[in-house]
């Protein structure tokens, strides 16, 4: 009977000698569906059993833009100080240290250029890896450096949003982005160079009071939170109850503050189409 019997108590195996399972091998979907990783990857990071749009960072974005993954990455070294000393739970030097060893980013938004489907495009994508994606005086210099290019170089210009809001550590030096960020669009807008936003989730607070919401076309990821305050927020301060998918993509596109929604697979084709028929040339 000892073959399904234990004859002696408790775990025997050496430590050394258990096999764990790796890390990362299967991902969960909001909705229950489990799906490998590597399957995943392959398919835009975006569930093949429920079409939930995982979130991902500027890599994988930049992966599906640019032709054959091919950029030049502008004001790489670009990254925060700490003017005001802040000090919460821990130092903000401490985080931003932290965020950057953690994360292998030097602040939560990059910038490149390179061509997509043929020609020039800049794209600024935000990282929500990198604390919360707030918006601090580096991501609002870095998204007015990306303007800049693109007025010189008259290339048009992406904005993917992922952001929980201003970086509170920053301060009012956090608010001034917003400020900063939509005057540098309105030169944009002078010069008649498109502006494409994506808003993917989350996309809150003074992003989404920003540059966020002033493209030419404002494009969402579907199922993605878009809003400036947090559903309990708007709740709270209204008193009244909400309405089913209140501030999904879904939602903001039937209320209008969206132009379309993009699924991943298309957003490639979807966005440089746009381009296209702003600037009345031939399709590609």
Known sequence: MAWFKRKEKGITTATEDKKDVPKGLWYKSPTGKVVDTEELAKNLWVSPEDDFHVRIGSKEYFEILFDDNTF????????????????DTKKYSDRLKDA???????????????????????VCCMDFAFIGGSMGAVVGEKIARGIDYSIKNKVPFVMIS??????????????????KTAAKLAQLA?????YISLCTDPTTGGTTASYAM??????????????????RIVKDT????????????????EHGFLDFIAHRKELKNKINLYIDLILNQEIR
């Open 162 to 179: 992922k952001s929980g809001g201003a970086r509170m550590m920053e301060a009012a030096y956090s608010l001034m982005q917003l400020a």
């Open 72 to 87: 030049k990455e502008l004001d790489a070294k670009l990254t925060s100080k700490d003017p005001l000393k802040f000090v």
């Open 238 to 253: 209204t008193g009244k109850d909400l309405p089913d998918g209140f501030q999904t993509s879904e939602f903001l596109l």
């Open 214 to 231: 002033l493209g030419d076309i404002n494009i969402g990821e579907p199922g993605a939170l878009i809003g400036f305050a947090g559903p």
């Open 100 to 122: 950057m060893k953690k994360t292998e980013l030097k602040d939560a938004v990059r910038t490149a250029v390179g061509k997509s489907k043929g020609k020039d495009l800049v």
């Open 190 to 194: 002078d010069k008649k160079i498109p």
